[in-house]
C-alpha cells in the first residue's frame, strides 16, 4: 500500500484531488482547470488577509489540504489518523516536569546544532521567549549562525528588533536590523513590484491569501540567499497559547478554537457546518488525547493550513527545529497549566551556557504610557 506522510505539523505542503488522484505541494500543481471556490469560505476576506482556510480546506472545493497526524493512501485517496495510537498516554510518568523539559531542550538541541554544523544558517530573531528558547536549548552551536535578524515593519517588531540585536551582541554574531522604512527599500519600491511579490507569492504556495508585510517589502531579498533560516515557530506550543486562558481544562470549546482559527464570519448554515466538523474531528481523536484537544487542534486545524506559507519564500529554506514528533510529544506531555506560566521556557533560558539572559526583552524595552507622554 502506497501512502503519502506529511512532517509533525505538515509545514511542507500536501494537498490532493481526489476527483483526478492527484497529490502535490500546492493547490495550483494538482490543477488543470479553474478554480473552483469552496463554498462557505469568504474568498474576498481571505484574498485581503481577514481570515483563513483551514480544517484541511483550500480556496478549491475539490483540493483538500492533508493535515498533520495523519496519511493519505494513494489507493483509495481517503485519509486516515496515525497519530497518537488509541492507547497513547499524554502524562509525564515517573519523570519530572524539568526532566521533560530538559528532554525537550535537548530534541531541540540535536536538530539545530545539526543544521548549523552542515550548513551555511541565519537566525531569525525576536524580542520574545520562543526566539530565547532556541538560542538557549542550541547552546553554543548557535555561535556559528552566519548572522541573526529581524524584519521591522510595525511599532513592536522596531522593540523585537532593539532585543534581537542585544542579544546578537552577546552571542558575537552578526545582527541586521531589516525594515520597510530603509531608504534603499522606499527608493526602489513600486506598486507594481509589491503586485507582483504578491502574485508570485501565491504562485508558489497555490494560496489565494496574502503574504505577511515583509515579503510584500521585499526584506527577504536583503538577506544572504540560499541558506537555512532557522525560525522559533511551534514553540508557542510550550506556551500552551492556544488554550483558553481562563479554562485550560479538557473539554473542548468549540467556539474558542474557531476564533483561534481565524475563520471568518459564517452565515448561521456555515457555522452549523463548521461545528459539526469540529465535533467530528474530535471524535477522531483517541480518547487519550482528547484531554489535549486545543494543542492537536493548534497542530492539525491551524499550522498545516498556514506554516505552508512559509514556502513562498524561495531564496531560503525555513526550518523549525521544534518541529520533530518527539519534541512535541514530550511538550504534549506536560500539564497546559505549567506551560502557560513560562516556567519551561525560563528553566532551558536560564541553565543556558550562552550568557545572555541580562540583554531586555523586547517587552522591557517598550516605554511606559508615562513615558510616551
Known sequence: MERVYPDPAASLGVVYDATTKTVGSTTFLVLDREVEPTPTFDAVAIRGGQSNYGLGYTCDANVRRLIANHYLDLGSFETYRYWPSP???FETGSLSSDEVVDMIAASVARTASAIIRSRETLLSMSGGRDSRFLVAATGEDIRSCTMAFT???NWISEFDSRSADLVSEKLGIPFQR???DDPEVVERESRFKRRQRIRSFRFATGSISGP?????????DRLPRDQVMLRG?????????????WRTMARPNYRHILARLHLGRFSEEGLRARMSELEQWY???????????HDFSYLENFLSNTQPGFYGFPRHFYVAPFCGRKTIELTMRLDPKLRITATCHER????SLVSFQEAPRAKDLIPSPSMQE
Open 87 to 89: 492507547d497513547h498516554v
Open 151 to 153: 524584519f521591522v515593519h
Open 178 to 180: 531589516i525594515s520597510v
Open 212 to 220: 505577511r508585510l515583509d515579503l510584500i517589502a521585499g526584506l527577504p
Open 233 to 245: 515557530n511551534m514553540i508557542e506550543l510550550l506556551n500552551a497559547q492556544w488554550y483558553p486562558r
Open 283 to 293: 471524535e477522531s481523536l483517541p480518547k487519550g488525547a482528547r484531554f489535549r484537544v
Open 348 to 351: 532551558v533560558i536560564k541553565r
